[in-house]
Structures are given as C-alpha cells and as structure tokens.
C-alpha cells in the first residue's frame, strides 16, 4: 500500500559528504512526521533526525552542526544531508513517515524504507 524508498548512501572519505533521499509512495494522503534513524552492525537503530509536517527539526547529538533533515512535500520525499562525515557514522540508514491514508479511512501509521548503506573510511 505504501512504500519508503531510500537511496544516496555509498562509500565515501572521512570527511566527505553524502546526500541520502527517501521517497514515499502509494495510497498517502498526507504525511506526518518523517525521519532517518540508523543501525551499526551489533548496535540497536537509533534516531539521526525528524523533520515535522511543519519543518520543525530534531536531531541527535551525534548529527548535530554535521547533518541537515530536510522534505518536499509535493514530492513526498524527505532528505538527509550529511557533511564531515566520520567513519563512527558508518551504518545502514532508514527511513520513516508517518503516513495518512485517503478519505474515507485516515488511519495513520508509521512506515519504513528497506534501508541504504553508508560506509565511511578513514
């Protein structure tokens, strides 16, 4: 019904930056809140950032000053900016949105991408 696809991540230098997107799709009607969270090989997922239906931003310590959350919502995509990159931010990166479905239902619920690899060397 509904479908996160994400896509940017790579092999990049210490340092370096990437841009990672995440596209939703399918039965929405609007989405709420939207998100990257990211999962280390033997580490649980963690928030990176979130990003409202308003713009209002959050984001963790460790992304702080480095990364950039950003959305277009007539694209229903939502963007990860990450500069200085550092190898301890290497990890597979998810994708979340709070997605409505279309009048008559309006159930909200909470959808996730399948993921994209980001490695970074040092």
């Known amino acids: 019904q509904v479908q996160l696809l994400e896509s940017g991540g790579g092999l990049v230098q210490a340092g370096g930056s990437l841009r990672l997107s995440c596209a939703a799709s399918?039965?929405?009607?609007?989405?709420?809140?939207m998100g990257w969270y990211r999962q280390a090989p033997g580490m649980q997922r963690e928030l990176v950032a979130t990003i409202t239906s308003g713009d209002s931003t959050n984001y963790a310590d460790s992304a702080k000053g480095r990364f950039a959350i950003s959305r277009d919502n007539a694209k229903n995509t939502v963007y990860l900016q990450m500069n200085s990159l550092k190898p301890e931010d290497t990890a597979v990166y998810y994708c979340n949105g709070d997605i409505m479905f279309p009048p008559p239902d309006l159930t909200l619920r909470t959808y996730w991408g399948q993921g994209t690899q980001v490695s970074v060397s040092s």
């Open positions: 399918g039965r929405i009607f609007s989405i709420r809140a």
